[in-house]
């Protein structure tokens, strides 16, 4: 995939830069660090500026993330309590737990998009239950786009210092990404034993 990615840069420069970027967020197996610090590398060797794949990498991370918030807005709350209805039991969820969290996303949605644009792939699905709870569409662009942002110029500027070693970044992100996952892991870990507990008493 790699391989493909490079080639795409490389053949179809901003548009190609875009078009990846939007896939990364509609796919999230496509791997944004790789896009990111390779377009960054092509600045030092091509007509590529750090500000022109920075701005075009940022308008595809947006444009894929707004097309998975309106994915979200059809599974309304309605579909889902009768999803719930046939197979809460089974998932020991109820309809009193889905406007529990329903409630919680839209006390602190803003900052749980923008917070998760920076963890890999729950960066591009944390757009689904954006849209299931019909958070403001304003501060969903506004919050993905300064979160985006803020990846894009990290990464893009490092591709550019590290010139043909950007690969070795890639290598560093798969580490920072395994250990977010197993962080996130263990805090859902301590939620149950706390859900639990709670349950108990």
């Not at 795409?8 to 190609?16: D, K, N």
């Amino acid at each position: 995939m790699d391989n493909w990615i490079i080639e795409t840069i490389e053949q179809f420069g901003y548009m190609g830069i875009f078009l990846l970027i939007t896939l990364e967020n509609l796919f999230p197996p496509i791997p944004s660090e790789v896009i990111l610090t390779f377009g960054g590398f092509l600045t030092t060797t091509t007509t590529l500026s750090v500000i022109g794949v920075i701005t075009f990498s940022t308008f595809g991370s947006v444009a894929g993330a707004v097309v998975l918030y309106r994915i979200g807005m059809l599974l309304d709350v309605t579909k889902l309590e009768k999803i719930i209805g046939s197979w809460g039991h089974i998932l020991r969820l109820t309809n009193k737990d889905l406007h529990k969290t329903n409630a919680w996303f839209s006390k602190y949605g803003a900052w749980t998009v923008f917070f998760c644009r920076f963890i890999p792939l729950i960066r591009s699905l944390i757009s689904i239950p954006a849209g299931m709870a019909r958070m403001n569409f304003g501060l969903f662009v506004l919050y993905t786009t300064l979160g985006t942002l803020i990846w894009n110029v990290a990464l893009v500027n490092v591709g550019a210092m590290v010139g043909g070693s950007w690969d070795g970044i890639v290598g560093y992100m798969d580490i920072y990404a395994t250990v977010v996952y197993a962080a996130g892991a263990l805090l859902l870990v301590l939620l149950a034993v706390m859900f639990i507990k709670k349950r108990k008493n």
